[in-house]
């Protein structure tokens, strides 16, 4: 599967953002589908995941309640609506597939990556 994530840029803090994550090749609907972000100087950090069926999702502690992460299998695509952004949100979004029904927050259970997309909220 390939992944291709957009919907990136420069806000202020409080607003909003929706990234998409558009799904290339079989097993998508199958697949765990996870976002990560990594700041300059920081390591790849998880976010949130959503399972194949759309039903079961995980967040970080800290975009609980702000993000909210869904799918749209007839679509491929992945989403993360991100609101009431804030300075510390920015940073590089990727979005992360992983062949299996099982939740999952390591970077390192996840197979397919797409390229980043650039999230920069000013205060």
């Known amino acids: 599967v390939q992944l291709q994530a957009s919907g990136g840029g420069l806000v202020q803090a409080g607003d909003s953002l929706r990234l998409s994550c558009a799904a290339n090749?079989?097993?998508?609907?199958?697949?765990?589908m996870g976002w990560f972000r990594q700041a300059p100087g920081k390591g790849r950090e998880f976010v949130a995941a959503?399972?194949?069926?759309?039903?079961?999702?995980a967040y970080a502690d800290s975009v609980k309640v702000r993000f909210t992460v869904s799918r749209d299998n007839a679509k491929n695509t992945v989403y993360l609506q991100m609101n009431s952004l804030k300075p510390e949100d920015t940073a590089v979004y990727y979005c992360?597939?992983?062949?299996?029904?099982?939740?999952?927050?390591?970077?390192?259970?996840?197979?397919?990556w797409g390229q980043g997309t650039q999230v920069t909220v000013s205060s």
């Open positions: 090749g079989r097993g998508f609907s199958g697949s765990v």
């Open positions: 992360a597939g992983r062949y299996t029904t099982v939740m999952a927050r390591g970077a390192s259970q996840y197979r397919y």
């Open positions: 959503v399972t194949g069926d759309g039903g079961s999702t």
